[in-house]
């Protein structure tokens, strides 16, 4: 009786065993799967921020008209703008320098929005003397694209177009509470 005893005794212990090694090998693999997945989005985090680091410029001339705008932002992320009113310059040029998110949120809005592979020119196809003209020029890293929309735009364009404004309005609505 004894001996059946330890022998059920024995085998009890060898199965926490083996279900304590399956529980840490279980956790083991989910802890590097975790490892992983934080190691990838780390990686798409410093792709986008290493872009940063990448040859970048961009302008943007908006011609409307009465009015041609330019928004032009440099590799350290200042963004100049300017207004001509009739040909005349309404006010000089005005600068800011964008910070390092905003410079990343606006990379990775390029990126989504597949602009070095639009085409270079969408015009309508009828003329009309009051039409908006948007010019979006991008370098980034070996990409370049330069982007002439009249009238109906692919909503990639207009989009970007609105995020490049809005880097300067958001400014002048800060500064104007």
């Known amino acids: 009786m004894k001996q059946k ?8 212990l060898f199965a926490l065993i083996f279900v304590c090694f399956v529980a840490l090998r279980i956790s083991q693999f989910t802890a590097s799967q975790e490892d992983n997945n934080t190691n ?3 990686a798409n985090s410093a792709e986008v921020v290493n872009a940063e680091k990448d040859d970048f410029s961009l ?5 409307e008209p009465y009015s041609n705008t330019t928004y032009q932002i440099d590799q350290q992320g200042q963004l100049d703008y300017q ?6 310059q309404a006010n000089p040029v005005e600068s800011k320098v964008l910070t390092p998110d905003q410079i990343v949120d ?3 809005d390029i990126d989504q929005s597949d602009f070095f592979d639009l085409d270079s020119a969408y015009r309508p196809r009828t003329t009309e003397s009051e039409i908006t003209i948007s010019v979006l020029n991008i370098s980034w ?6 982007v002439l929309c009249e009238g109906d735009c692919p909503n990639s364009f207009n989009n970007l177009v609105d995020r490049i404004k809005n880097l300067w ?3 002048l609505n800060i500064e104007n509470l």
């Open 141 to 146: 890293g070996n990409n370049e694209n330069s």
């Open 59 to 63: 302008s943007l001339e908006i011609r």
């Open 5 to 12: 005893f330890k022998n059920k005794v024995v085998l009890v």
């Open 106 to 108: 606006l990379k990775t």
């Open 83 to 88: 207004k001509l009113l009739l040909g005349l």
């Open 40 to 42: 990838q989005t780390a």
């Open 169 to 171: 309005t958001n400014q």
